[in-house]
C-alpha cells in the first residue's frame, strides 16, 4: 500500500494521494494532512484538520474497503480544506447513535471541527465529503512566509455545492 502524495507542482497548495480503501488508509490520510500543513507553517491547526481526515477517510474505507480512495488537502482563499472520494454511491448521513456505541460519531466530530463549513458533492462514479477549516488570510500569509513556502498569486476561491450533511 505505497501512496506517493502528489503536490500540485503550479501552486504547491494541494497534496493528495489515492489509496486502497482499507484501515491503514486512515494513518496514510493523516500523515498527508500533517505534510501539508508542516510544508504551510499551519502546524497550529494539525490536531483539528487531522480529526476531519480521519472521520472522512475512516467511513470511505469502510464503505469501499478493497476499492480506492481519493484525499487531498487544499490551501484556498478561505482556509484548508480537507475532502475525500470514494466510490460509494450513497450519500454522507449523520447518524444519532447510542451514548454507549462505539461508532456512529464520525460526520457528528467533522461537523464540530470544520470551522469553515462542510458538505458534500456528487461525482456520478461516487462522492466527495469535504471539511474546512477557516483561517484568517493574514495568518496564512504570516505562516507561508516564515515556512519559505510563498503564496503565489492568490489563493483560489472554491464554492462547493450546498449539499450539506444530513441526519
Not at 447518524?95 to 462505539?102: L, N, S, V
Request: aromatic content about 8%; hydrophobic content about 40%; some cysteine.
Amino acid at each position: 500500500m505505497s501512496a506517493k502524495p502528489i503536490m500540485d507542482p503550479a501552486s504547491q497548495n494541494i497534496f493528495s494521494a489515492t489509496f486502497r480503501a482499507c484501515s491503514e488508509s486512515v494513518c496514510l490520510a493523516r500523515e498527508l494532512v500533517r505534510g501539508a500543513l508542516g510544508s504551510w507553517g499551519l502546524g497550529a491547526f494539525e490536531g483539528d484538520a487531522c480529526q476531519i481526515m480521519s472521520e472522512l477517510a475512516s467511513n470511505a474505507a469502510r464503505l469501499c474497503e478493497g476499492g480506492n480512495i481519493r484525499v487531498w488537502t487544499s490551501r484556498i482563499s478561505q482556509g484548508v480544506e480537507m475532502c475525500v472520494w470514494d466510490d460509494h454511491p450513497g450519500r454522507p448521513v449523520i447518524q444519532e447513535p447510542h451514548p454507549f456505541a462505539t461508532s456512529g460519531r464520525g460526520l457528528i466530530l467533522v461537523q464540530a471541527f470544520a470551522s469553515g463549513g462542510c458538505g458534500w458533492f456528487d461525482l456520478g462514479a461516487g462522492k466527495a465529503v469535504w471539511a474546512r477549516i477557516a483561517i484568517d488570510h493574514g495568518y496564512m500569509l504570516g505562516a507561508a512566509h516564515r515556512t519559505g513556502s510563498p503564496i503565489v498569486g492568490p489563493l483560489r476561491h472554491v464554492d462547493r455545492p450546498p449539499v450539506p450533511l444530513h441526519s
